[in-house]
């Protein structure tokens, strides 16, 4: 993409500078080591950089930080000291934390729901003095790759404004893959984004750096964005729960995105966390402010605590989904589907397997969504600066390659037709397996993989059937963690046999040696707009799981600060 634009790769390193300029240089970490000599550097690794009460703070689940600085046992300002590896503006962080502490001073009371917790955006969170790249180095400078339109840096997105009401900190954004179409995040401004738990493969995307951040306790909670399973995906490759909501149940009013007035499947806002009760504080807390009074595609739903409770002791029925019919999955996952499974049937719920209608139909229909412009709004943003895509958006963006024209009324029309007439069939597949839970009533839940693998290797990521489908079918999900990959146990499975050129590919990245010791998760599938009974679900599946021996040590620590 050859142009006479500036210098695009000296604007990516001077940017890249001022973030980490940003950061004050005590808490930079001056020799990190290579991948290959520390592929962890989560636990034991970056506590050794913390001081006790550090870890006791950047360890907290979010609930605990809410009750210790609504209480006034721990400050606001207490909470602001933390790293990440993208925007970054501490200084602002903690004016706004001693403000929240001067308000309790005088009234002995916090100022809302989420008094004093830290909370991380993605860069496609509009911050009042705080640029928005979405990883772009042509927007840069201004507001969504325009110049001089006066919202830059002043405008602020609706859910930031209603994060500050409920008394969050908001202190950095993290990085994102450009155009946001991918399940890597890599741009040219902060480069690659690693997997912190194993440094060999991808972090996720495209709110990898949520995943990557929240991963390494450097935030208690964040915000994601998922159009074809961008929370879920960094939310299974880091170890955390990542709920994508239906479409209108948390606002997405003032953000930047890609493809904006694409909406035969929207974009979702939704957060990431290392704990469920995390999830459900921030989406409860959200919906108290009445956020469709200020968005207009929000529903008017407000938190339902009776379907955030499971009755005691009833027997629940899940579906399984162990291959969507067009590419395998890894070992490590199919091992991961089975331990559910056996905690699932230990308790005697009912489980069936899940035959629905084709997902390959999905997945070609939500292509056809993505592709109404043939790229033209990525391009034009690539354009501004005239850099060049990442390899991982080069078959689609990169050079030669010639797109087609815009597509019409009609075309999309038909695609919108069709996506109905297949949303309509999955629900009465749906319905249908009352015959078989023996309950009267259909499935609870579907329980399948966010992605053929525990996470992706670099420029790998071919298929995303697994995680797609349910934004086109706008069912509510949570990715969860379940096991880590073992390579004693997790081994090749040489008898595989592909059923296609990109079944095989998929199949032949798996390598126990690069693999083994990285974080294995899956999602839990409500129907939409089932966000309270998702989050109820999930937590008690999640809480049947063995504990690995990670989560074990952080436990019996936990309980020894105590």
């Known amino acids: 993409m050859a142009t006479n634009k500036p210098d695009w790769q000296r604007l990516g390193k001077d940017k890249l500078k001022a973030i980490t300029q940003s950061i004050p240089e005590a808490w930079l970490i001056s020799s990190l080591p290579s991948n290959e000599d520390q592929r962890d550097v989560t636990g034991d690794y970056i506590r050794k950089y913390l001081s006790n009460e550090e870890i006791e703070i950047t360890e907290a689940l979010a609930p605990t930080i809410v009750e210790k600085t609504s209480t006034g046992k721990w400050t606001a300002e207490e909470q602001c000291k933390t790293n990440c590896f993208h925007e970054t503006f501490f200084d602002a962080a903690i004016k706004d934390a001693r403000a929240l502490d001067d308000f309790y001073s005088k009234n002995k009371k916090p100022i809302g ?15 009042k ?32 404004k209603e994060l500050r009401d409920l008394g969050a ?78 479409a209108g149940r ?9 493809m904006d007035g694409q909406n035969s499947i929207l974009s979702v806002v939704g957060p990431l966390a ?16 009445k956020p469709w009074l200020h968005d207009p595609l929000v529903h008017e739903i407000p938190w339902r605590e009776d379907q955030a409770t499971l009755p005691p002791d009833r027997k629940l029925s899940f579906a399984i989904l162990r291959h969507d019919g067009a590419v395998a999955t890894h070992p490590p996952v199919r091992r991961a589907i089975a331990v559910v499974v ?12 899940w035959k629905p209608p084709s997902h390959k139909r999905a997945v070609d229909l939500a292509i056809k969504a993505w592709s109404y412009d043939n ?56 319905n249908s397996t009352a015959d078989a839970t023996g309950t009267g009533k259909p499935v609870d839940a579907l329980i399948m993989p966010v992605a053929p693998f525990a996470a992706a290797r670099p420029n790998t990521y071919r298929y995303y059937g697994y995680s797609s489908v349910l934004n086109l079918l706008d069912y509510t999900a949570c990715a969860f963690p379940v096991t880590l990959v073992d390579k004693n ?51 008690y599946v999640a809480g049947l799981l063995p504990k690995t021996e990670p989560e074990e040590k952080r436990a019996s620590e936990s309980r020894e600060r105590l």
């Open 113 to 127: 729901p989420l008094h004093g917790l830290p909370i991380s955006l993605k860069d496609q969170f509009h911050v």
């Open 129 to 160: 003095d705080v640029e928005t790249t979405m990883g772009y180095i042509g927007w840069i400078g201004t507001f969504e790759g325009k110049k001089d339109t006066g919202k830059e840096k002043v405008f602020e997105s609706e859910l930031v």
């Open 169 to 246: 900190i908001l202190y950095c954004k993290t990085s994102v893959p450009h155009t946001l179409m991918a399940g890597e995040t890599v741009n040219n401004i902060i480069g690659y984004t690693w997997n912190p738990k194993n440094r060999h493969l991808s972090c996720g995307g495209s709110s990898g750096g949520e995943g990557a951040l929240i991963g390494l306790r450097g935030s208690p909670v964040g915000f994601g964005t998922d159009i074809g399973g961008s929370i879920r995906i960094p939310a299974a490759f880091n170890g955390l729960y990542g709920l994508r909501p239906s």
């Open 250 to 258: 948390i606002p997405y009013e003032g953000m930047a995105n890609s």
């Open 274 to 289: 290392p704990s469920v009760s995390t999830l459900q504080l921030i989406v409860r807390s959200l919906l108290s402010c």
């Open 342 to 353: 056996k905690a699932l049937e230990a308790k005697g719920h009912k489980l069936i397997d």
């Open 375 to 430: 790229g033209a709004d990525t391009r034009a943003a690539f354009e501004l600066s005239g850099e060049s895509p990442a390899p991982q958006l080069g078959n689609t963006y990169g050079e030669g390659v010639k797109p087609d024209a815009p597509k019409d009324a009609m075309h999309i029309a038909e695609n919108n037709i069709a996506k109905r007439e297949y949303q309509k069939e999955y629900m009465e597949y749906w």
């Open 489 to 539: 146990i997790d081994v090749v499975d040489n008898d595989f046999e592909p059923q296609s050129e990109t079944d095989k590919k998929t199949q032949a990245t798996y390598d126990p040696e690069i693999y083994d010791g990285a974080h294995v998760g899956l999602q839990l599938v409500g129907r939409r707009l089932q966000e309270e009974k998702v989050l109820a679900l999930t937590e």
